[in-house]
């Protein structure tokens, strides 16, 4: 497929703003994120922090009474109930644990396209600082993974906003970028966490996901998936057995549905390529392409227990995480 670097009529915003996003853009989002919420159906991490987990032990927040068994703390007693009951209980406690946040976005080619609002990547990046500014309002570690059709880098977890503007300017700055500098400086003092192929597939991505993301984890992948098989499945499923995962679908309306007259040119600068819509056969493929993705999405959610978000490139992305 080839992309359009814009076809939309001219909008208010500035071009710029369309192709690409700022730094600033992303730190400026800081504010609304505050009211939003995260996706997360329970807490498996292993270390103190501010959630109440499933695992029950010495905490702050009170569980249930049951009775007394051996090896039980005697401080943890119920008096009260035992009088009552004529029998002694002890109190159990629900241990808050930390939630790591693990952001996922995807950065290849395909994700460089926008007939109408934003290119699916300036969303996407928009999407992902929302969520790293959500979870640090939250008092969560932030960490995450950004790849592209040849480079993937993954930043490991860490605590406040340091940790959040690390992320935000990974994402401006183009891991080929960060590749490209490395290899000319002569020495490097932190050994760079990026892998470079001919091709890096979907499912060669989730597979370093799963690898470097901790159980406990609130995972967010944000993508067109394209490329989604059944080997990505099996990592998604892996991942799934020790994390939340939440899958934000990003995509273009031209995408989900072609003008049904008319013949549409699309460029990426240096190729053209020409759609004439009038021929039904190719326009019935071209629609049930992204309707069988966007299916084998839905099936996976539901049969895996994932959140699956869809956005479009003209909705507010903040609007969507709500």
């Not at 995260?38 to 499933?54: E, F, T």
């Not at 905490?59 to 009951?85: H, L």
């Not at 609002?117 to 992902?128: E, I, N, Q, T």
């Not at 760079?192 to 890096?200: E, S």
Request: glycine letters at 4%.
């Amino acid at each position: 497929m080839l992309f359009s670097k814009q076809v939309a009529p001219t909008q208010s915003l500035d071009a710029s703003e369309l192709i690409s996003v700022s730094l600033k853009t992303l730190i400026d989002l800081a504010r609304p994120a505050a009211g939003l919420k995260q996706h997360y159906k329970g807490i498996r991490a292993q270390q103190a922090g501010g959630y109440v987990s499933h695992f029950k032990g010495r905490g702050m927040e009170f569980d249930e009474v049951r009775p007394y068994q051996p090896g039980d703390d005697i401080r943890r007693i119920d008096w009260r109930v035992t009088a009552r009951m004529d029998q002694t209980y002890t109190k159990i406690f629900r241990e808050e644990r930390e939630r790591p946040v693990f952001i996922s976005v995807d950065n290849r080619p395909t994700m460089h396209f926008a007939t109408r609002g934003v290119f699916k990547s300036v969303l996407a990046a928009k999407l992902a600082a929302l969520l790293a500014w959500t979870a640090e309002h939250h008092g969560d570690r932030i960490g995450g993974q950004i790849f592209s059709l040849d480079v993937c880098q993954e930043l490991k977890p860490h605590n406040g906003k340091h940790a959040v503007l690390r992320f935000l300017n990974t994402l401006v700055t183009k891991p080929e970028m960060q590749q490209q500098q490395r290899s000319k400086t002569p020495k490097v003092s932190e050994k760079p966490q990026i892998a470079a192929d001919l091709v890096m597939t979907l499912e060669q991505v989730l597979a370093r996901l799963t690898q470097h993301v901790r159980p406990g984890s609130l995972v967010y992948i944000i993508s067109d998936f394209r490329g989604v098989d059944d080997k990505a499945e099996a990592h998604l499923a892996k991942l799934r057995r020790h994390c939340d995962v939440v899958l934000i679908f990003v995509y273009d309306p031209l995408e989900s549905t072609l003008p049904t007259k008319g013949r549409y040119r699309f460029t990426d600068d240096k190729r053209d390529v020409v759609i004439d819509t009038s021929d039904s056969q190719r326009l019935t493929q071209y629609q049930q392409n992204f309707v069988q993705r966007l299916q084998r999405l839905e099936v996976l959610a539901k049969k895996m227990g994932l959140v699956l978000i869809q956005c479009s490139t003209v909705q507010n992305p903040i609007q969507q995480l709500r």
